[in-house]
């Protein structure tokens, strides 16, 4: 059965506080600086904008913009769509300053992204679901292109037009590790029609600063141009109490180039090369109790880096007919790292780790649907809508990670330095997938869904585990295994009218099986998950469109649960494993409103309550009925925006915002947690004519949190856990002009 409405009595009742209070001071403050806006003449208020529209006699209808979104792989409306998505537009990124895709998924409802200072560790969870860098239970897709390994997912926002959080298993139609969901971003298309250019540079504390611009338009009648480039770079939140420099600096310069070439009135093609070469400093970790009673602050005897080079070619092909759509999507991604930090995380000389990892990605989808606002009529009731597709794939990635260990460290009896290789892998994958998808829709009401998918891939690892000098003999592998799956979905969906849709939808998901390319011996290999996933959820419009509001229930049961454990003979480093079984239930309810032209309101609230099956082993350890380990209990956010027209071109504009995550524990073993906690982020600007000036307040009351920590030597670690602070508080300014 469907989790009913009374689990949100069961929230966690600090979060709630925690919410209430920062809420209180926040928005209060925001209302109080906008109270006299809101009292100006009605006729000085913000003009026609996207979302409100002047009728003939002259009235103004406000109405909530319409987002699109590609969560099945067609463009639909978000309210009619039958699957939970939450959808941050490139204007709620402008809006808000989102910089980041861990940003823009703080108005999504449970969902939490588990990641490092070091950019290229991002990793996302949704309702609980989540995994390993190189297999993510939730796949990012940069323009269609799955990011197989999560290295290459959180990358620098650059004429993005949306990001599409999209929860729940989504194997019928995309395949392997989305068994959680997946995150669908999408570039801004080079217009065709007139030239544009933005031109921008944030600063703030912390010496952050950048410049990032991009420009648009036509090269001829068929062929249109689009160009962004930029720079980013901040001072490190941690210091060094040995040395007093700040830790975890970052810096990156980025770009992304465009062309979109349309042959003939039914075809376009587009082509796109993203690039970002990032010089990011250490890791901020310390034992965690020494972290929450002096944040920000490590002592080390090394200070090292964290480097990232991607280039990311794409190739998009389309072509709308009358009857059949058609489309390819080619997409190239290569990456390659290079880490150095002081392993051990003290002031004494022990260990010290160099990796480096490489790898190179390709991919194939060819997919052929009915055309887009088209169905094929059966009968005077019944019509038929269907896609099809098939997707190939190949992955190629290397990795040499060295533990540097000084004289003595090993044994009293090893008085010399001795490196060891942990690991030094080649792991090879490729395979393919085909789906089938169909809708009949009965009576232009009820739709009933059907979607098949089969996924086969093959895999060959070849691992080397050694030391040099040799004071061991090698552990060499040299393997090789096949996986094969098939993932239904089944949905029902109830357009009751325009924008206010029922459903209810049961979905399999899958997440790869595979190697570790460093693991205690016996653990090279790891086993496919599966998942089945029951939902149901209503998309509501109301007011003439002035507020939605969408809400949906959910029950997964997991089989074969991968999780992430600590490697107990290499610190810092990590395996996957099959812990058995779990359940996860819960709700997610989002609210967008605008009751007024030039003010619009939103919230999103989440809860989650997942747990292990009997008999689930994680790390060695029973963890049957324990807490699903990086699982907040509840995400919140609630916000405002507000914009006034002061003259014909002078307007101003703030925004308000509270974002809440509720208590969840650090490993399976529940041994160490991070209680609820809310951040308060302000944004308030001025825009005359094409030129702007903001300010901008991130986390306002300098909460404290520890997002990341897992469980470390309590030799080196005497709280047998390390972690890493959360950002503090950060302001600055931004300025910029348009053309």
């Keep these: 059965m469907f989790p009913s409405l009374h689990l949100l009595s069961s929230f966690n009742r600090p979060a709630a506080r925690s919410i209430a209070a920062t809420l209180g001071r926040g928005v209060l ?5 906008t109270a006299t806006a809101h009292a100006q003449d009605p006729a000085r208020q913000t003009p026609p904008a996207p979302g409100i529209t002047q009728e003939d006699d002259g009235t103004i209808r406000i109405r909530l913009p319409t987002v699109t979104v590609r969560a099945e792989k067609e463009p639909e409306n978000v309210q009619d769509a039958p699957v939970s998505v939450t959808a941050v537009t490139r204007q709620t990124m402008e809006d808000a300053g989102v910089r980041s895709v861990s940003d823009a998924a703080q108005y999504a409802p449970n969902t939490y992204f588990n ?15 989540g995994s390993s860098p190189n297999n993510p239970a939730i796949t990012t897709f940069i323009d269609g292109v799955p990011q197989l390994n999560a ?4 990358i620098e926002l650059l004429d993005v037009d949306q990001i599409e959080f999209v929860r729940g298993p989504q194997s019928a139609l995309f395949g392997r590790n989305t068994v959680g969901g997946l995150v669908n971003i999408t570039s801004a298309r080079p217009s065709r029609k007139n030239w544009t250019a933005m031109l921008s540079g944030p600063f703030g504390n912390f010496s952050s600063g950048g410049l990032q611009g991009t420009a648009s338009g036509p090269l001829g009648e068929r062929v249109a141009l689009g160009v962004g480039v930029g720079y980013s770079t901040r001072d490190g939140y941690t210091t ?14 980025f770009s992304k180039t465009q062309v979109l070439w349309t042959p003939a009135a039914a075809w376009d093609v587009r082509a796109i090369v993203t690039t970002e070469r990032a010089r990011d400093g250490d890791y901020g970790l310390n034992d965690l109790s020494a972290l929450r009673a002096t944040p920000f602050r490590v002592t080390r005897d090394f200070e090292g880096y964290t480097r990232r080079d991607l280039v990311a070619p794409t190739i998009l092909v389309n072509r709308a007919g009358k009857t059949i759509d058609f489309s390819a999507t080619t997409g190239f991604v290569w990456w390659k790292t290079d880490d150095l930090t002081d392993l051990d995380y003290t002031p004494l000389p022990l260990i010290r780790r160099a990796n480096t990892e490489d790898n190179r990605q390709f991919t194939e989808e060819l997919r052929v649907a009915s055309a887009r606002n088209a169905s094929h009529a059966l009968s005077d009731t ?22 540097s260990f000084s004289p003595l460290v090993l044994s009293p009896f090893l008085p010399f330095a001795i490196d060891q290789h942990s690991p030094q892998a080649a792991l090879d994958d490729h395979g393919f997938g085909v789906y089938g998808r169909g809708t009949l829709t009965f009576n232009k009401k009820l739709d009933a869904t059907i979607g098949l ?13 050694f030391f040099s000098p040799a004071i061991a003999p090698p552990a060499p592998v040299n393997t090789e295994r096949s996986f094969n799956d098939v993932s239904p979905q089944f949905t029902v969906s109830y357009h009751l009218k325009s924008e206010n849709t029922v459903y209810v939808t049961a979905a399999r998901g899958f997440k790869a099986g595979g190697f570790n390319a460093a693991s205690p011996p016996g653990s090279e290999s790891y086993g496919q998950e599966h998942s089945w996933n029951y939902e149901g959820g209503v998309k509501s419009s109301w007011l003439g469109q002035r507020l939605a509001l969408n809400a949906a229930v959910f029950y997964i049961n997991w089989v074969d649960l991968q999780v992430n454990v600590p490697n107990p003979f290499v610190p810092a480093q990590f395996y996957i494993a099959n812990a058995g079984t779990a359940t996860s239930k819960g709700i997610e309810i989002e609210l967008n ?16 309550s997942g747990h292990f099956g009997s008999a689930s082993v994680s790390g060695g350890a029973n963890v049957s009925g324990n807490t699903v380990a990086n699982m907040p209990d509840m995400t919140g956010s609630v916000g405002l925006q507000y914009s006034h027209r002061i003259r014909a071109a002078v307007s101003a504009y703030g925004r308000a915002e509270v974002v809440s995550y509720g208590k969840f524990f650090y490993d399976d073993a529940n041994t160490e947690s991070q209680s609820a906690y809310s951040l308060a982020n302000f944004r308030f600007g001025v825009r005359v004519s094409r030129v702007f000036v903001e300010g901008w307040l991130r986390n306002a009351f300098d909460t404290h949190y520890i997002p990341t920590a897992f469980a470390f030597d309590p030799r080196l670690a005497p709280s047998g856990f390390i972690g890493e602070s959360g950002a503090p508080r950060t302001a600055g300014i931004r300025a910029g002009v348009t053309f």
């Design 382 to 403: 019944v019509a038929v809508r269907w896609q099809a597709g098939l997707f190939f794939f190949s992955q190629n990635y290397t990795q040499d990670a060295v533990n």
């Design 593 to 608: 409103a605008r009751p007024q032209p030039g003010l619009d309101v939103f919230a999103s609230v989440g809860h989650t």
């Design 29 to 33: 403050t925001f209302l109080v600086l």
């Design 151 to 154: 290295n290459s997912s959180s």
């Design 453 to 465: 998918r089969g996924d086969h891939e093959n895999k060959a690892a070849n691992l080397n585990t």
């Design 240 to 253: 060094n109490s040995l040395t007093g420099n700040d830790l975890d600096s970052r810096s990156a310069v």
């Design 115 to 129: 990641e490092f200072t070091a950019r290229k560790l991002s990793n996302a969870r949704f309702r609980g679901i």
